[in-house]
């Protein structure tokens, strides 16, 4: 059976770095399993935020890669403004931590750049895919954003060839975006950005969404949006001994923690059964792997807390999951505020390909205490609780040290790359 064609447009591709990436990348590996044989349209001097070069054993050797020369302004912002560097990867200082310059760069990518600065590659890539479609079968294109600019260059084919299947990935969404609110629009700008937003959940034969918030979201907004999570790849989890008691009860934190996602509550908990119960202080650690805040350590370091603390700073994704696999249970937060329960981070389903317990934070009925449930995979607590969290860690502690290790969880295997790849190509 002669393999379908699938055009990708993505403006992050290997050696990009970031979880942005991952998302395409991985679909492309596993898509040939599925009778899609994919061909990836990007561009050919990117302005990369993050470079990551592990990430290129994963691109299939035979992938057919057509490029076009892209122009940014970022250039240009940069000898304005060293710290634009930030814009890139979709961050920037709010608040008092902006200049004037800042403040100038973002009301100028606001409100001159919409969607984004990417927007320069819109028009040359439509004229040069109109032709290249026509030239070539091609079964589906997709447009992966953000950058959201990246949608405006399917709207455009979708205009010029109605014809062609078209699929609008959203990785984030656009104007429900933490940040969107920060970018100092004018009315004009803001009915802009909307606009086009809509005429691409309008036009577009399938939007895809990361979390199931996100995908009720589009669909009340007018698209056709099915949710497809991000995932894990078996290829990526170091497997260790499975079966070992670790020499103490481990609760591990992996990643980056800022103070607006810091479980004040669970510290409290922790720092009651430490003082509490003789056992758990004797048998206790609390493992950090990755950057946290100053502030955040300084006031483990005050409490009871302080001799059961391994901060073991900043290590590479290898070591990050071997750290996961030496747990037994793993922390992971989000910001308290209700407009965060779409959002699913990424390291979560390595949490889960892990196999180990999870205790997370967040608002209530979130997309990842749903994950949770599904999977039996840990347990979801507001930054409210504190007598509940205890008990939850408690009844943990008390199974380890029985040396039970049997893994209760179930359906993980939903959230295995090439499960999702699957899932993708029965909706193509």
């Known amino acids: ?13 290997p050696p990009a770095g970031g979880p942005g990436v991952q998302r395409w990348l991985k679909f492309a590996k596993y898509l040939p ?27 299939p050797n035979d992938i057919e890669m057509v490029r076009t020369k892209i122009w940014e302004p970022y250039q240009l912002a940069e000898k304005l403004n060293k710290s634009n ?46 032709k290249y479609l026509k030239e070539n079968k091609i079964d589906a294109v997709v447009t992966s ?35 969107y609110k920060h970018l100092k ?35 009340k907004a007018g698209a056709n949006a099915v949710c497809i999570t991000n995932g894990f790849d078996e290829t990526d989890t170091h497997e260790t001994p499975k079966g070992q008691k670790s020499k103490t009860f481990t609760l591990s934190y992996i990643g980056v923690l ?9 510290w409290k908990a922790l720092d009651e059964l430490v003082k509490e119960n003789i056992e758990f202080s004797k048998n206790f650690s609390l493992k950090l792997v990755g950057r946290i805040d100053d502030k955040i350590l300084a006031s483990l370091e005050n409490s009871s807390l302080k001799n059961h603390i391994l901060n073991l700073g900043y290590l590479s994704h290898g070591k990050a999951v071997e750290e996961m696999q030496n747990s037994d249970l793993l922390l992971i937060t989000n910001f308290p505020n209700e407009s965060s329960k779409g959002i699913i981070p990424g390291k979560i389903f390595e949490y889960l390909a892990s196999g180990k317990q999870i205790l997370s934070f967040g608002p209530d009925k979130a997309d990842v205490e749903k994950i949770l449930e599904d999977t039996r995979a840990g347990k979801h607590f507001s930054y409210t609780h504190s007598e509940t969290v205890k008990q ?3 009844e943990k502690f008390e199974l380890w040290k029985s040396g039970d290790h049997s893994e209760n969880t179930q359906q993980i295997e939903q959230f295995s790359r090439k499960n999702l790849t699957q899932q993708l190509a029965e909706i193509l």
């Open 33 to 59: 399993d599925f009778g899609w044989k994919p061909v990836i349209y990007t561009p050919e001097n990117p302005n990369y935020p993050l470079i990551d070069e592990t990430l290129m054993k994963d691109i």
């Open 392 to 394: 939850f860690v408690l």
């Open 85 to 130: 560097k930030k814009f890139k990867a979709g961050q920037f200082d709010v608040g008092e931590n902006q200049s004037w310059k800042s403040r100038l760069s973002i009301w100028v990518r606001g409100n001159f750049f919409i969607p984004d600065a990417r927007v320069f590659w819109v028009k040359p890539s439509i004229q040069f895919l109109e």
């Open 185 to 219: 629009l004018t009315k004009s700008s803001d009915k802009k950005h909307r606009q086009l937003e809509s005429a691409v959940f309008k036009n577009a034969d399938i939007t895809l969404a990361t979390s199931y918030t996100d995908a009720e979201n589009f669909r």
């Open 1 to 13: 059976m002669e393999q379908k064609k699938i055009l990708i447009i993505t403006y992050y591709w």
């Open 258 to 266: 800022e103070q607006l996602r810091n479980p004040e509550n669970l």
């Open 145 to 179: 954003g953000p950058p959201h600019s990246l949608h405006l260059i399917g709207l455009g084919l979708k205009h010029k060839l109605p014809h062609i299947k078209w699929v609008a990935d959203f990785r984030d969404p656009w104007t429900e975006i933490s940040y």
